[in-house]
């Protein structure tokens, strides 16, 4: 009786369980291949197309941000990209040292402006140079990343943000992942920033979504860094590019390859530029010279040492942005306008 | 193909089985000997010179057991040859694949990369047994050439164990097979084995593996010892796991083999430890190096020699390396101590015992797990809290052991008899079968989910 029971049951579980694996396991392949057949359309359809925040659609670039400022299109994110991960970090917006220059062209009259030109005087308040700041910097910022944030809140010994971070979270979590963030509670990424006010946000999302495809990912990240700026206005927005894999690892497993996590990054950098947020690239700091995370830093294949997160935030540090006068200005402006 | 892979549980198994079954008796051993070769095929076919190895390693031994039992009846002492050459040539191959990387390194030679076979070190003990057992007349050769591959490259032992003489297979090789194949209890095994493997050793791995991910100079002393129970008990789920899974299939294809692992984690000393871990391993270096040695019966000094020699061999068979050598060295001193008296001792003080089990278990665990000796120091300074430290999380004891809290007190719970007796209670009942389905069901979930394979479940 036993037996027989067992016996029909071990068939029956077995059954079941082997169709549903054997569905699960060929639908996840079909989706991968999908999305890894069509990342480079994805990735050269972004990088041709400028968003449009208005509607949520990708519209094609417009002409006239470049005729208002044109330090913006010599480069922009398509020329930004050509080589994107060994350049030194900066500002998507614009190099260094043509914030310089931008602030000091004539603001027109508050009443004579359109809204691209609003949009494009935005992205101008962006283009100062990075400052070194103290840890202090990050007091009134948040920070909202995966495992690789943990780590950093963790081992970094900086402890003055607010953390969203959590192990395995993706952009497409932000809306419903609930977690408990320190002084605040348990919350959502998207109850935090409407219930709260950062200075700055801190965003290094986007290897747990290696798995889908790379627009769905830059719609969504794209929708979420609208929605920051529509509920934080004032905030910095840092756009943080996602660490690489060791060459190992990026051997072995195409989607988790550098050369996916270069188009990820490239993504979220085309993002950057468009709403005039900074893009942080670390890997420089820690690659093995090859476009891989060094195992000199890494045990596993993709998460550093604790010890090394440190060097990480003194790297942040590096690259706080501070406004100036002449972006206070222009903030005035803007703020003129928005009440006209 | 490990045997908690969805290719081997849902596609080779099965279709093995049904061909195993179908066939009339005196194909079985062709059956086994061809789906075994198709096992190794797949899982080493982007190696094709280990292919060729252990096809060599088949016909040579093969060959061998041959020449032995031919020489045996004309000249004496060619035998000796034979079996001195067997011995020679199967150690040689051993030798060149595991440890001529390490030592080739060490003599300032560079790095050769040379990449372990898979199973190497079980088939070349096995295939050594064969035919020392065929030059003692413990057993007779092969049949075939057929029948012999079936034994060696059986695929339920070829991995990961036991290590399976031939003896202990030779009746039920030639007999009918029909007859004793046990493919229910072959199943409860094989699912306990699973469980094992799945639920318990792959999701308690996760806590060592964060130990070596976060740096040992990152840890609190409370992560380290979290940590290194932790592995002692993936260890030992993960390789008791594989050879139930062994022991389950050989029973479903009617053979019986020997048990390999008795609730070594009960052991009250390390004599005892090892009477109780890989207990295959263990009688293979008895019968074949330390009682053709002269065991414990040519004085006390010899005794000790011949231990030495016993877990010198043990340390380095588990792998190229000085801590593997350090590691059998200490298994050596503490045995020989408990030898001198201490192990009676424990027998009587049960809980003093297990005490010293406690600690003497997961850190000469840790010498085997630290194969980089500055690693190695640093992860016993931890342990007592000392060496430098580096951005230590303080709380992560707190958030590691919020996370494998239950999962450690459930590996503690299943480290002791106590299953084993609940098993042999229920047994047969529905309530023991609703259990094996249980289990079967949440292997399937863990398959599904991709948790099988702890480098998948390792979220970023």
Known sequence: MGKKFFLTGLAICFIVSGALIGYEKISISIAQKI????????????????YDGDDGEFAPADASFAEILPTEAVSGPLQNTENPPFDESRPASGEGDSGEEAPEEPLPPADTLSSDELEALKRRKRMVEYQTVGTDYFSDALMVGDSRMVGIREYSGLKEPTYFAYTGLTIFGLDNKELDVKNIGKTTFTKLISNHHFAKIYIMLGINEAGSKLSDFAKKYDSVVADIQEKQPEAIIFLCANLYVTKS???????????????????IEIIAGNYGCYYLDVNPLFSDGAGNLSTEYAADYAHMYGKHYRTWVDWLCSKGVVYDDDTMEIDQYIDEYQQQ | MVFSSISFIYLFLPVFLIVYYKVPEKFKNHILCFGSLAFYIIGSIERPLHILVFIICLIVNWRVGIKIQKTKKSKRGLDLFWLAAGVAANLLNLFYFKYMSFIWGELGGGELNIVLPIGISFYTFQAISYIADVYRGSCHPAASLIDFVAYLAMFPQLIAGPIVTYPTVEEALYSNKTERVRFVSGAEIFILGLGSKVLLANQIGGLWRQCVGIGFESITVPMAWMSIFAYSFQLYFDFCGYSLMAIGLGRMLGFEFPENFRDPYMAVSMTDFWRRWHMSLGSWFR???????????????????????????????????????????????????????????????????????????????????????????????????????????????????????????????????????????????????????????????CLYKGMDDPFLYFQF
């Open chain 1, 35 to 50: 999305a890894l057949d069509s990342r480079a359309e994805d990735l050269a359809a972004l990088q041709a197309m400028e």
């Open chain 1, 249 to 267: 690892k990026s051997e072995r497993d195409k989607t988790y390859a550098n050369s996916h996590i270069d188009e990820i990054n490239a993504a």
């Open chain 2, 287 to 445: 019968e074949y190096v330390y009682f053709p040695l002269g065991g414990s019966k040519r004085g006390f000094s010899r005794t000790i020699l011949n231990l030495l020699t016993v877990w010198m061999l043990t340390g380095i068979w588990h792998g190229a390396g000085y801590n593997f050598i350090l590691w059998g060295f200490v298994l050596f001193v503490l045995i020989a101590l408990e030898r001198l008296g201490l192990k009676d001792f424990f027998e009587t003080h049960r809980f003093i015992g297990h005490l010293y089990m406690l600690f003497a278990i997961p850190l000469t665990w840790a010498l085997f797990v630290n194969t980089d000796f500055s690693n190695l120091k640093l992860f016993f300074q931890r342990l007592v809290g000392l060496g430098d430290t580096v951005a230590v999380f303080t709380e992560d004891y707190i958030k590691y052991g919020k996370q494998y809290g239950i999962l450690l007190l459930a590996c503690l719970f299943f480290s002791t008899d106590l299953p084993r007796r609940l098993k042999k209670r229920i047994h047969g009942s529905p309530a023991y079968y609703l259990a094996m389905l249980v289990i079967f069901c949440g292997v399937a979930y």
